[in-house]
């Protein structure tokens, strides 16, 4: 049995589940914790060697022990020491990579913005004390640490109540935001932060935008590499003696201590007075601080200086039984005999890396500090400040008065000077910005340029002299920290020597990516996978380093460390996404008639945001079956489509005719109200960006109508336009399409529909013209009507209300009841314009097709400029042999084409020649009224290529088709005025 | 993400923007008398500095107004922010805008709210 509880921590209160097995726990405590306390030396197995692997260290920075969480909060994967006991848990040691619980709702995520003056990053006493002294300076704080408690490093000290007591005033003071079980997961632009707060079942992801930011993340205690040092049993000693100090958990009863600096024998002191029997405790260093080795010799210990590990030597259980411990000179090299020394915990310390991964992020270097035998940040922004262990200071007190005088200064600077309101009106439009007003903008907008200050900014100074535990009586006591990566000797087995445990990667790894020419850490990185697991080298890195300079004989800062990108800490897929997800993906728009369709089984499409009814199947009517009975009804008799995701802008204002005439390919200018006309968008560069009716309202505004889900681009173009290039036009654009819902009214009875549903209206064909807008009562609501045609037949578009939509079309669907009226979706309407060779943005565009290559020269006005007109002069806009618009009738009338098939010449096939595309299908269908199938396409120079057969392939088939004139149906244009 | 002084609204969320290249583009006056390179230059090519850029910014979920915005490519630093264009009054020949959607006729050439 290793590992007990010491009586002096709390009683267990539950049970959790480890593996099946019932595991005592205190709740609240790590699971760590609670394994520890019940001698659960093996938690999980390595990744690829498939050696065990136990607790290693505590907190966040865990390289061991990997648990996955089943139950009641599943997990896929988590260090054990951040994973809290509670009734009920069940966890399983992890072997290799995460793996989703099976049979579990997805966890829960939410996002959050949040805006504050001052954010502090870490609770232990820099952060609390900075985050108490920015309140008091009246700033709005947020602080957000990792643990369920604060406290940071130092818990389990004598500053716990003194934490818990300020945390807890913190959280009730009003602009304090205290977010425990937070990690600040990124460091981004202009004092942008993301934070991942854990809580239980849900995550929640914070956006934080911070004036200022304070870094008080501590620090992170690593090991140093010898043979077989991945032995369940060997932990770290800082890790080690807090579980007894926090959790009154003694990891085990025998204990070998082997440091390079006073805070490793003040660990082993802690050991000793939490009940274990401290069989050895060796320094590499030749000379310890007297003070901590004096606190040894009192309780009976004897440390043993230019002493380390050389290797652990296993139990029958797997775990460790013995050190062999042996004389190491400054390098690590061990000389001489060992000893072996048998225990059940090997506590190891290489030191302590200050938590830098957001101070890096936020612009800072990282230099290596001898006194520290650590990388320090240095070289921050302005905007950012590091303080405490995280700045390299390890008395607590040095810390916490660090903390204070930089949450002070932060808040100071975050609140002053006073933020003048930004003045529009004395910068010219279109003027220079060298001269625009650039006071009032927040310093945050510069957060990226390191400053001169030194990492330590706004008035706290460079980083106290290494310092002992408060414990400890005065500095002269101490002494420096050595750098200490790897014991190695002569009889070394380099494969044994793991330096991630987590990626089961070694020295011999190192060792073989060097000899392979890579000379860089980041190199050596990829190639050992080293820094790749879990906790992402937070506790190997600096070990990882210190190797690869010793070998490559260079020194820390020349070989650093790899770059610490954000995310800092796993953040889960479910949290990224939050609530986006299921219905709430994208925004779901129906029309008004939505409960109509639904009543009447349509079948529905996709179309943008816009779920539009696709076909209303009759029976077993197939869709094939229904769209040819929709189509003969439209072309026949009547039929009806809900059209009210057609987008709807409204452009007015003084200058709306001359803004229109400039964007569109027509003269709209001279339209007159009551009149509509067809018109082509395109963007500067001549390709065709929407195309859609123009209506001229009776008060002289216009009605421009784009392909159902591009209103918004539409809008955004004409915004762009009127604002940017032409300020001095007056006029006003907003999108109407929700407002007003349409039906349109198909074929050659819709006349009579229309003269049931509005008999104040005239409707002959002589007051009533193609291509007029007339506005008055449908239905007895009212309405505009639009004589434009998507299909070449006689058409009604009723504009209503939207309120009245469903009103309205059901009065259509009544009043055309007796003549056989048919509602249409979206296909047969595809149908019915692809027959007239009408194209849809989308379908027959794709951003690289001008109106030239649609055969739509007819639209474009000869007379004035339009945007994109210059550009279809262009030498590559203008060649003759671009992709042209043709009809396609495969030679089999019973063949549908792909949409999307290329276009070929020859048929393909051994010996013909490698084919070449020469474009390829846009639209296809099969056609009631021609009786075949038929397609639209873009074929090179396909205008001077009707009557020539070229194949369509699609996959392993290709098709013979015959190139035809786009327009299959009613060329003479007779039909539309019924 | 960046945080962008809308000339309107004060500084904003990135996400709240749509980027709008390289600011103090005019489109040509007569682009018919431009040759095709020249054209192609208006098209096509942009200045990519390493340090301070003028570009253009569209506050599309604020205030859907556009705007320039002076940015340093390298640190990312923001030194000002102007509207793009504004709405000036009518010419004296033209007299006051009267459409009833117009909701900035009023605007004096000294600038105003909106």
């Known amino acids: 049995m290793t590992g007990r509880r010491t009586g002096a921590g709390p009683v267990p209160d539950t049970w959790i589940l480890f593996d099946g097995g019932e595991v005592p726990a205190v709740a609240g405590e790590p699971v760590s914790a609670a394994l520890l306390a019940a001698g659960v030396r ?8 498939g050696r065990p692997r136990g607790v290693v260290g505590i907190g966040t920075g865990e ?8 139950g009641p909060d599943p997990r896929p994967m988590a260090p054990a020491t951040r994973v809290e006991a509670r009734e009920g848990l069940r966890v399983s040691g992890l072997a290799g990579y995460g793996r989703l619980p099976e049979q579990a709702p997805a966890r829960g995520g939410d996002a959050r913005w949040a805006h504050c003056d001052v954010l502090v990053v870490g609770a232990g006493p820099a952060g609390i004390a900075a985050a108490d002294a920015a309140r008091a300076e009246g700033a709005r704080v947020i602080i957000a640490d990792e643990a369920p408690e604060p406290g940071g490093d130092a818990r389990g000290g004598g500053r716990d109540a003194w934490a818990a007591a300020t945390w807890r005033a913190l959280a009730r003071a009003p602009d304090v935001r205290a977010l425990a079980r937070t990690t600040v997961t990124g460091h981004y632009d202009h004092g942008e932060h993301a934070a991942l707060e854990r809580r239980g079942r849900d995550d929640l992801l914070w956006r934080i935008r911070a004036r200022r930011t304070v870094l008080a993340t501590g620090s992170t205690e690593r090991p140093f590499a010898f043979q077989d040092d991945d032995l369940p049993g060997v932990m770290l000693a800082g890790a080690a003696a807090a579980y007894v100090r926090r959790h009154g958990v003694l990891p085990g009863e025998r204990a070998v201590v082997a440091g390079c600096h006073d805070e490793a024998l003040w660990a082993a002191a802690a050991l000793h007075d939490g009940g274990a029997r401290i069989a050895a405790v060796a320094d590499a ?69 200050p938590a830098a991964p957001l101070a890096v992020q936020a612009g800072a270097r990282l230099r290596w500090s001898a006194p520290h035998a650590a990388f320090l940040p240095e070289g921050l922004p302005p905007t950012t400040v590091c303080v405490g262990a995280a700045a390299g200071t390890r008395d607590a007190g040095a810390a916490e008065e660090e903390g204070r005088a930089a949450g002070a200064a932060a808040a100071r600077a975050a609140l002053g000077p006073p933020v003048a309101p930004p003045d529009p009106v004395h910068t010219g439009p279109l003027g220079p910005l060298a001269g625009a007003p650039v006071g009032g903008l927040p310093d945050v907008m510069r957060s990226r340029g390191a400053s001169a200050q030194g990492h330590g900014g706004e008035g706290v100074g460079g980083p106290a002299a290494p ?26 087995d380099a494969a044994r020597v793991y330096v991630d445990l987590q990626r089961d990667a070694a020295l011999s790894d190192i060792r073989a990516a060097i000899a392979a020419g890579m000379d860089s850490i980041e190199l050596i990185k990829r190639h050992t996978t080293i820094g790749t697991g879990p906790d992402q080298g937070r506790t190997c890195g600096t070990v990882a380093s210190g190797i690869t300079a010793h070998l490559l004989g260079r020194t820390m800062d020349e070989v650093g460390g790899t770059t610490p990108r954000p995310p800092y800490a796993p953040v889960p897929f479910t949290a990224l996404a939050g609530r986006a997800r299921g219905d709430l993906i994208d925004p779901l728009r129906r029309t008004p008639m939505q409960p109509w369709h639904e009543a009447h089984g349509a079948v529905y499409e996709d179309v943008g945001q816009w779920r539009r009814a696709r076909y209303y199947p009759r029976g077993r009517e197939d869709m094939h079956a229904a769209v040819l009975r929709e189509c003969t009804a439209a072309r026949t008799g009547v039929a009806a489509l809900d059209a009210s995701t057609l987008g ?47 209506a001229r309202l009776p008060d002289g505004a216009y009605l421009v109508s784009t392909t159902s889900g591009n209103a918004e681009t539409v809008l955004d173009h004409m915004e762009e336009w009127s604002q940017t290039e032409w300020p001095e036009l007056c006029v006003h654009v907003f999108n109407a399409t929700d407002a007003w819902a349409v039906v349109s009214l198909v074929g050659p009875r819709s006349r009579d529909v229309m003269r049931r549903l509005a008999p104040g209206m005239d409707v002959s064909q002589e007051a009533f013209r193609f291509m007029d807008l007339r506005e008055g009562e449908v239905a007895g609501v009212r309405a505009r009507v639009l004589r434009v045609s998507f299909t070449g037949e006689l058409t009604f578009e009723v504009n209503v209300p939207s309120w009245y939509g469903l009103a309205v079309w059901e009065a259509a669907m009544d009043a055309g009841a007796d003549l056989g009226i048919t509602p249409y979706g979206t296909e047969t309407m595809h149908v019915l314009r692809a027959e007239k060779g009408f194209i849809v943005v989308g379908h027959e565009t794709d951003g690289s097709v001008t109106p030239l290559d649609l055969g739509m020269d007819w639209a ?8 994109g007109k210059r550009s279809l002069r262009r030498p590559d806009t203008a060649r003759g042999d671009r992709p042209q618009l043709v009809g396609l009738l495969p030679e089999d009338p019973g063949t549908v084409l792909a949409e999307g098939a290329q276009l070929i010449g020859g048929a393909p096939g051994p010996g013909a020649p490698r084919a070449r595309s020469q474009g390829w299908v846009t639209s296809s269908y099969d056609s009631a009224a021609l009786g075949r199938s038929f ?14 057969v070229v194949h369509a392939v699609h996959l392993d088939t290709a098709v013979p088709v015959r190139v035809a004139d786009p327009v299959f149906y009613d060329r003479e244009g007779s039909r539309k005025d019924g | 993400m960046l945080l962008i002084p809308c000339p309107w609204c004060g500084p904003r969320d990135e996400r709240e923007f749509r980027y709008g290249g390289q600011a103090h583009i005019a489109y040509p006056a007569d682009p018919e008398a431009l040759d095709d390179g020249a054209w192609a230059d208006y098209l096509f090519v942009r200045d990519n500095p390493a340090g301070p850029y003028a570009e253009r910014w569209f506050h599309a979920s604020g205030c859907r107004s556009w705007c320039d915005v002076e940015r340093d490519t390298v640190d990312y630093t923001v030194t000002g922010s102007c509207p793009t264009g504004a709405h000036p009054a009518a010419g004296p020949d033209e007299g006051p805008c009267v459409s009833p959607y117009c909701v900035r006729r009023a605007v004096p050439s000294t600038g105003g709210t909106r």
């Open chain 1, 860 to 867: 474009l006005s000869r007379t004035k400029d339009f945007v």
């Open chain 1, 285 to 353: 260093r030749p000379r310890t601080g007297s003070a901590a080795r004096e606190a040894l010799r009192r309780r009976g210990v004897e440390v043993r200086t230019a002493t380390s590990v050389l290797r652990a030597e296993a139990g029958a259980d797997g775990g460790v039984a013995a050190a062999l411990l042996a004389p190491v000179g400054p390098d690590g090299a061990a000389r001489g005999e060992p000893v072996r020394v048998p225990c059940d915990l090997l506590a190891v310390s290489g030191g302590h890396d």
């Open chain 1, 935 to 948: 397609a639209l396409g873009l074929l090179r120079s396909g205008r001077a290529r009707h009557g020539e």
């Open chain 1, 63 to 70: 390289p061991g022990a990997q648990v996955r969480t089943e």
């Open chain 1, 42 to 49: 093996t938690v999980c197995r390595g990744i690829r060697t």
């Open chain 1, 648 to 694: 709807k802008i409204v452009v007015a204002g003084r200058d709306a005719g001359t803004f229109l005439d400039r964007l569109y390919t027509g003269n709209l200018s001279t339209l007159k109200p009551g009149r509509c006309r067809y018109g082509l968008l395109c963007t500067a560069d001549g390709m065709v960006l929407d195309d859609g009716v123009i």
């Open chain 1, 467 to 492: 310092a002992t535990p408060a414990a400890s009586s005065g500095s002269e006591a101490d002494a420096p920290a050595m750098a200490l990566f790897c014991v190695t000797g002569p009889g070394t």
